[in-house]
């Protein structure tokens, strides 16, 4: 069941945010999490014998059974959105270890 | 201690989902999903507020859009504002990037010499992989894909140009002019369809034949600077982040 394959991905996402110390993990974490979201939300619109939902010589009319297409585009937003902040956060990523030398959370502490 | 907790804490998440998804009143099991029943029939009818005729490939003409990918059809024109957000987000991220690492100027040094292999064959492919780009994002409403993918492997061949010669640089005012253009042109054509009938980013223009290649009316254009925005803003990412501090 894929649905199900979405969610234990979910978890184990929630699981290396939860845990991880390393920013890196934890960016990594992000985004196996996003990616459990989207196979569920995919998997949302998924019909038993559908075509994909695009036009073609071959499957040329919208009579034929499709794929629901809404759920896809929601997930071709997310994953651009997905792009985004992964880049700005290994961005950040990258400043803290020009600043501290190290990724790890517990080493570079604070004032607390 | 923590991860006992934190696995304590996933069990008991999981187990409400598995157990609680199907239970909702509606929710379809897999593949059993009625898109009859959905928004997403009008989307495929290609007509939301009236009764439904039946749409056929390269013979039906003037629809509400003429884009034979349903996809496509619904990212760059129903739902349109949804992806002028998008562009903006990674806009503002691409900015923020540019915040943090783009005051550097020296270049990040590759650890080890590019090869014969990478050199020469990287010049062979570089114009093959913006072609195909290209391709990808001029096709976005006849085909699978549209302006990101194709603006993406656009910046894929800037970083493979990037690998295979130290020296290389980019112009990259250029780009920003590209990106800051193809932006506000989709921000007037939306406001152009304000004008002309009513709506930000309704479809102002004859949408032609199902699955010609000049067809479907603004979605085209709009993929179009999709890819070219998209394209030049990740290449700026990549950019900034091959830079490195001097001493």
């Given at each position: 069941?894929?649905?199900y394959?979405?969610i ?8 290396g945010?939860?845990t991880d110390k390393?920013?890196?993990k ?6 196996v999490?996003e ?10 619109g998924?019909?038993k ?5 695009i036009?073609?010589s ?10 629901d ?10 994953i651009v ?5 992964t880049?700005l956060?290994l961005?950040f990523?990258?400043?803290i ?8 959370l517990?080493?570079?502490g604070?004032?607390? | 201690?923590?991860?006992i907790v ?6 008991f998440?999981?187990?409400l ?6 239970a909702?009143d ?7 999903a009625?898109?009859?029943d959905?928004?997403?029939?009008g ?6 507020t009236e ?17 034979a990918?349903y996809?496509?059809s619904i ?5 349109s504002f949804?992806t ?11 900015l923020g ?5 783009g ?10 010499k590019a090869n014969f292999i ?13 072609m ?17 993918p194709?603006?993406?492997m ?13 020296k290389?640089?980019?112009?990259i ?7 800051s253009t193809?932006g506000?042109l989709y921000?007037i ?6 004008v002309?009938s009513?709506?930000f980013l ?8 199902v ?7 603004i979605?085209?254009i ?8 998209v394209?030049s803003?990740?290449t700026?990412?990549i950019?900034d982040?091959?830079k490195?501090?001097?001493?």
């Amino acid at each position: 069941m894929i649905q199900y394959a979405g969610i234990i991905l979910m978890l184990i996402g929630i699981y290396g945010l939860l845990t991880d110390k390393n920013v890196i993990k934890i960016i990594v974490s992000l985004n196996v999490f996003e990616l459990g979201l989207n196979v569920f939300i995919i998997s949302v619109g998924f019909v038993k014998d559908g075509v994909a939902p695009i036009l073609t010589s071959v499957n040329n009319h919208s009579g034929l059974i499709f794929v629901d297409p809404l759920p896809q585009a929601l997930v071709l937003t997310a994953i651009v959105i997905g792009l985004g902040t992964t880049a700005l956060g290994l961005a950040f990523a990258r400043r803290i270890y020009m600043k501290y030398g190290t990724l790890d959370l517990e080493e570079i502490g604070g004032n607390n | 201690m923590k991860k006992i907790v934190a696995i304590a804490l996933l069990v008991f998440i999981g187990a409400l989902l598995f157990t609680g998804i199907y239970a909702i009143d509606g929710f379809p099991k897999y593949g059993e999903a009625k898109v009859a029943d959905r928004v997403s029939e009008g989307y495929i009818m290609k007509n939301v507020t009236e009764a439904n005729t039946d749409v056929v490939y390269g013979v039906s003409t003037n629809l509400e859009t003429g884009s034979a990918n349903y996809v496509t059809s619904i990212v760059v024109n129903y739902r349109s504002f949804d992806t002028l957000g998008e562009v903006t987000v990674l806009f503002v991220s691409s900015l923020g990037i540019s915040l943090l690492l783009g005051g550097f100027s020296g270049k990040l040094r590759n650890r080890c010499k590019a090869n014969f292999i990478l050199r020469m064959g990287s010049k062979v492919v570089f114009p093959l992989i913006i072609m195909t780009g290209v391709y990808i994002f001029i096709h976005g409403h006849l085909s699978p894909g549209g302006g990101f993918p194709g603006g993406s492997m656009i910046a894929s061949a800037i970083l493979l140009l990037y690998l295979s010669d130290e020296k290389f640089r980019v112009n990259i005012e250029n780009f920003k002019k590209t990106e800051s253009t193809a932006g506000s042109l989709y921000v007037i054509i939306g406001l152009l369809g304000l004008v002309i009938s009513n709506y930000f980013l309704s479809n102002f223009i004859n949408t032609g034949t199902v699955g010609a290649l000049l067809s479907a009316g603004i979605i085209p254009i709009i993929y179009v600077l999709v890819g070219l925005k998209v394209g030049s803003e990740l290449t700026g990412v990549i950019t900034d982040f091959l830079k490195e501090e001097v001493e």
